[in-house]
């Protein structure tokens, strides 16, 4: 299972903190009678990118064999990149023979599914929804910065 949580999910979300998202996942296992092979966590990872540590060790399980499915909570834990998702979806865990389920979004490449047909579209308002979220925080550095507002988490010298 993978579980990933970013800093502006963080803050927010309640529903998306790794607690929350480890027992759906461990609920799905159990229902469903899998076997947990092992958990890797991105705690504080944006999902725009994939150079994550948690993520490159389950690519790296992949690569070993040590692992023939991946579960996460809904796609965007897997990635905010609509392009590098896809190519995830699509290309790489097939190549692997690799079944991926999404939990929430309904996606299980195991199976024939309509909800499967939409996933490239999921995948495409998960990475606008990251980069609304940077402009809106951009906006607001910015408006800070035109009050004269500080904007460091540390003073450089104290008075």
Do not use: H, W
Not at 37 to 61: A, C, H, M, W
Not at 104 to 132: C, E, L, W
């Amino acid at each position: 299972m993978y579980i990933r949580l970013s800093r502006e999910d963080g803050d927010k979300q309640e529903s998306e903190s790794i607690g929350n998202q480890r027992k759906i996942l461990q609920r799905y296992i159990k229902e469903n009678n899998l076997t947990l092979i092992k958990e890797y966590i991105d705690d504080g990872v944006s999902g725009t990118t994939f150079n994550r540590p948690g993520f490159n060790e389950l690519l790296q399980d992949i690569e070993n064999k040590s692992i023939n499915m991946v579960i996460t909570k809904d796609l965007s834990r897997l990635g905010r990149d609509y392009i590098k998702t896809g190519e995830y979806i699509e290309n790489y865990f097939p190549e692997k023979n690799i079944r991926y389920v999404a939990i929430t979004d309904g996606i299980d490449t195991y199976i024939d599914s309509t909800n499967n047909d939409i996933t490239p579209f999921k995948a495409i308002m998960n990475d606008m929804y990251a980069k609304d979220i940077s402009k809106k925080i951009r906006s607001v550095y910015k408006e800070k910065q035109k009050q004269g507002e500080y904007l460091c988490s540390i003073p450089a010298y104290r008075l």
